[in-house]
């Protein structure tokens, strides 16, 4: 899907794109979600700009992160997306060539909407091409500090789960756990991906109108990373202790079947020796033999106990 924005007389104007004569030149930022083929050609006969593609946006390397080539000036970052209880990081490309703004994304993403219901109230953040790529990279993190405010609140009930010792919920917590501290990692790579960004475009040419907004930036995401440091400590330090609750309730478990056995264990030698069946037993001719022997078991039963209990071990 391609959509074109408008920043001209003071008015911020979105265009759904459905033909080549749509494109005017009077559209400061394109955003291609998923972009047909017919997009791309659009883009290029409009604009003459050749646009990446989606399976470009993967690349690793820092050399293939921010670069700028006769095509314009080129980053990418990832954007945290959470649906249907799975997170993971999606690649946004921007190109700033000619005083245009291209992003180039294969999943509809919050912080576009966000910025967009932004810039439409504040002419300030669609002052050019570079401004509302700077908007849009600040409403990212604003949505990423959402998200580690909604991660640290969600660690607070877990570890009250955790020291009451409910081992029927100990599963649960573990889940909780791993699925916050898979969060905290994709969105701490998507932090040291954008600080590079923003320490790379603070010194090109096209920010030097928007180096308080970048150093604003850079100070936002230096603090988030410093609260993700802490988040993946207290989230180790939960998990070691959910662990800890385990083994301590296990060992409970295996005590109870220890004590069992050494309590059970002089009765059992008693009655298999009584068990026995050889012709020639002088206590098969006794009266009283049949009792003596259940009040003989009973009272080896409970010395075990009794001793247990002094040594303070049941």
Known sequence: ?????????????????????????????????????????????????????????????????????????????????????????????????????????????????????????????????????????????????????????????????IFRGNARTMSRVLESLARIEDINGKARLGLLENKRAQSNLARSTEAAGQAEAINEIALDVESLMTFSTFLAERAKFLMDAALGMINIEQNKRLNIFTVLSVILMPPTLIASIYGMNFRHMPELEWYYGYPLSLLLMLAVAIGPILYLKRKDWL
């Not at 050019?128 to 660690?155: F, K, N, P, Q």
Request: aromatic content about 10%.
């Open 1 to 161: 899907m391609l959509t074109a924005y408008n920043a001209a007389n003071g008015t911020f104007r979105k265009v759904n794109v459905n033909q080549l004569s749509d494109l005017t030149t009077e559209m400061i930022w394109l955003d291609l979600n998923n972009p047909t083929e017919q997009d791309r050609q659009w883009v290029k006969q409009a604009y003459g700009q050749e646009l990446q593609f989606i399976e470009e946006l993967g690349e690793i390397e820092a050399s293939e992160r921010f670069y700028r080539d006769e095509h314009g000036l080129h980053l990418h970052l990832y954007s945290l997306l959470s649906s249907n209880d799975i997170t993971r990081n999606v690649n946004v490309g921007f190109t700033l060539n000619k005083g245009r703004l291209y992003t180039l994304r294969s999943d509809d993403l919050p912080e576009f909407r966000t910025f967009y219901s932004q810039a439409a109230k504040n002419p300030k953040l669609r002052d050019g091409a570079i401004a509302i790529m700077v908007g849009i990279t600040a409403a990212r993190v604003g949505i990423m500090a959402d998200t580690y405010e909604r991660l640290d609140s969600e660690l607070e009930p877990i570890s009250l789960a």
